[in-house]
Structure formats: C-alpha cells, structure tokens
C-alpha cells in the first residue's frame, strides 16, 4: 500500500476544478509533488471541496473559503450528522465505516462540520472523503481549538481561506483494516486576504500540545502541496503570526510524543493563558 504513494501520475487532473470559488483566485491546491498524484479526484460540495485519494483512502486537502456570515450561521446550528462512504467514489479506493471500527482512532473532519452553516453542509462533512483518522486526543482538544481559532479569525476578518489535511512521513505507516493510511501530522493553512498574509499550523497526528507555525512554502516542502498557488512568492515564504490555540481547559495534558517529529521543525507546547 504504501509503495502506491510512490507511483506517478499527471498533475493535471488535480489541478483543475468544478468549484473555484473555495479557492484563492480560483485556484485549487496543486500537487507539487507527483508522487502523491496516482488515483485522485476532486470532490465539489456546497461548502467545501476535497481531493480524495484512493491510494491513502482519504483526503489529501479539504479547502474553505470561510465568511464571517458562514461562521455565525454556523454558531447558531446544533451539531448533527452521519458519518458515511461517499457515494461518488469508487468503492476500492475509499473508506468504509468498517475500516475505522474499533481502530482507536476518531474520525477527524479536515473541514469541520462546525465551519458549516446550513444542513445540507453539515451533512457533507460526514463523508468519509473528507475524514482522516486522528488520534482521539488531538482530535477534541489541540485541534479543536485550531479549529475554533480559524472561525474567529473568519470572524474578525470578514473572510479567509483555509485548506487542511494529513502529512504521511516515513514508508512504515499505520493502517486501518490495511486499507486506510494514518498520516502521522495534521496540518491547516490559512490565508487572510484583508491582511494578504498567510500561515500554516501543523501538529503531530498524537496526543499532547505540541504545533508549529510554517510558511506556506515551508508546508510544501512538509506535506508535496501548494495550497494556495495563486499567491505571490514573498507571502508565500513568511509564515503569518497565527494565534495561540485556546489553552488546555479541562484536564492536565499529556506531553507531545517524541516519535511524531516533523523533520527540521521544533514544535512548541502551547503557552498558559496570560
């Protein structure tokens, strides 16, 4: 499985897209790197899009283009929804509700049913080509409170863009069911057009505190991704100053674990509230 990851593929295909107003002046995420290219489709829904891949079985960005009016519908909307395979996808290269049963491992939304402003969004985020298995403790805690993070800056700001996604590092990756890939980060950029700056967070797919804030030029080279193409060199290669993630509220939390590293890039815990 892993040595699919490896085969090579035209970039075209996943260049192009149904749906450019999610993306920075129309432009979807490119795939720099063509490794990642075998087997991958775009997906269109009515809030977000995705490119699945049916080599991990998941999605290798989810994209947003996040308002102010979107994140106060959505503040107001009781969180509902079924998790589910999607249906436009073929059946052996995506994800089945068996694969994550049992596994450990939560269902992580890369664009969360918490940014949607209506049902029929909400709805849509379920799709398991827009999940990614995520260690339970990042998952309702740190990335929780990025999560949170991008919907204030939307707020504050009138509007940003945003494109999440996992990182495979390494050749001996975990599976679930030995079908579904279990990226060893989690990453989410952002790019404020009223400021025209932008920035990445990316965090260990484990438990504890422990992110890093990059440049979107700094999370190419991370993750293969361009995700916001359309964006001149010199925002590109300055990572915005994104804010703290909310401090831990609830319980004392477990130290990062030292086995999740991104190369070169020291993380940091996240800072008492002052």
Not at 13 to 37: H, I, M, W
Not at 53 to 72: F, K, M, Y
Not at 106 to 119: C, N, T, W, Y
Not at 239 to 260: I, V, W
Request: one cysteine or more.
């Amino acid at each position: 499985m892993c040595a699919e990851l490896a085969a090579v593929a035209r970039l075209s295909d996943a260049a192009e897209t149904a749906c450019p107003q999610l993306f920075v002046s129309g432009t979807a995420p490119d795939l720099a790197n063509p490794k990642l290219a075998s087997r991958v489709r775009e997906l269109c829904y009515s809030e977000f899009a995705v490119l699945h891949s049916g080599v991990t079985r998941t999605p290798l960005w989810s994209a947003e283009h996040l308002t102010r009016a979107q994140v106060d519908a959505a503040r107001v909307l009781d969180r509902e929804g079924t998790f589910h395979p999607d249906p436009h996808l073929p059946k052996r290269e995506r994800a089945e509700l068996t694969d994550y049963a049992r596994s450990g491992f939560d269902r992580g939304h890369m664009a969360p049913s918490g940014d949607m402003p209506d049902r029929q969004a909400q709805q849509e985020s379920f799709s398991l080509a827009n999940i990614v298995p995520q260690n339970p403790d990042n998952n309702r805690d740190l990335w929780s409170d990025i999560e949170a993070v991008a919907r204030t800056l939307a707020r504050r700001e009138g509007e940003i863009y945003v494109v999440t996604g996992p990182i495979f590092q390494g050749e001996d990756l975990q599976q679930l069911n030995e079908r579904v890939l279990v990226p060893t980060h989690v990453f989410k950029a952002i790019y404020v057009p009223r400021r025209q700056k932008a920035g990445a967070y990316v965090a260990p797919n484990a438990p504890g505190d422990a992110w890093k804030a990059v440049s979107i030029a700094a999370l190419e080279q991370l993750t293969g991704i361009d995700v916001f193409p359309a964006l001149p060199a010199e925002i590109k290669i300055t990572a915005m100053a994104l804010p703290n993630p909310d401090p831990p509220r609830r319980k004392p939390r477990a130290r990062r674990d030292e086995r999740h590293p991104v190369e070169q890039i020291p993380f940091r815990e996240r800072r008492p509230a002052e």
